[in-house]
């Protein structure tokens, strides 16, 4: 089968995601290693759960001038992610330059349009109240640099599918299962697993329905067997 869930090592409490890796090695296609897994933990950290598995997606959402872009996507590729981010507002010069010196294969995503936006910030910053028109303006230019591939909020999967065609590849987080009530979560625009691969998402960022599951092999193995 192929995997589809990424699993999002969130946390501070570090002997408890190494175990949580190992448990769930099995299921997953990746493991998102993001800021506060980096920050806390750092390339060390990264390296451990690397050698547990080996697909890493690395979530460090990058955004600065294209030399600096450049030379952090260089380093970020000696440590062989197999996927890793960069901001699609910092500009055509940046997305290209992120790409100049991969050698080892990671493939950059661009983070679209931030979930945590509505359509007033939108219109604040961007100047754009229609945040779909502005998601869909900003995956063109992504695709056009010769980026790999989208972060998008699942409402979008449908809208980014149909502006980058079928070859880039769009993940997706704010992914919740059908059963799953859990009203401290901060997520808001939700959908489930097997509506978001339906409408066009290749891989699904998932972090607390498994990593604070009870069962957490047996919440992600449920999660699968909807996908299937
Ligand atoms: O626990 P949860 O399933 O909400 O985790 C989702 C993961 O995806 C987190 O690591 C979060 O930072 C990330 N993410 C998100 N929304 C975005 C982009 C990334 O929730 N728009």
């Known amino acids: 089968m192929n995997k589809k869930i990424i699993v999002a090592l969130d946390g501070n409490n570090f002997s408890k995601l190494i175990k949580l890796a190992k448990n769930l090695k099995n299921e997953v296609y990746a493991y998102k290693i993001g ?30 001038i294209p030399n600096t872009v450049e030379q952090g996507i260089k380093a970020i590729d000696k440590l062989k992610p197999i996927l890793t981010t960069i901001h699609i507002s910092g500009g055509d010069n940046m997305h290209k330059f992120s790409k100049k010196k991969i050698t080892n294969h990671s493939k950059i995503l661009g983070v679209s349009i931030l979930t945590s936006l509505d359509s ?8 754009e109240k229609n945040v779909k028109n502005l998601v869909k303006k900003f995956v ?54 097997l509506k978001a691969i339906k ?3 290749d891989y699904l960022v998932i972090g607390r329905p498994i990593t604070s599951a009870k069962n957490p092999l047996k919440e992600i193995k449920e999660i699968n067997n909807s996908i299937k």
């Not at 695709?143 to 070859?167: H, Q």
């Open 35 to 64: 800021y506060e897994f980096f920050f806390n933990f750092g390339i060390d950290g990264y390296k451990k759960i690397k050698k547990i598995f080996p697909n890493i997606f690395l979530d460090l959402k990058l955004h600065d």
């Open 140 to 193: 063109k230019y992504a695709k056009k640099n010769g980026l790999d591939g989208i972060v998008c909020s699942p409402l979008e999967i449908k809208t980014v599918r149909k502006a980058v065609g079928k070859k880039m590849i769009i993940v997706v987080p704010g992914i919740r299962p059908a059963n799953y009530s859990n009203k401290k979560d901060d997520q808001k625009r939700i959908i489930t697993p």
């Open 199 to 201: 409408m066009g998402a």
């Open 120 to 127: 007033d910030q939108t219109e604040k910053y961007y100047n």
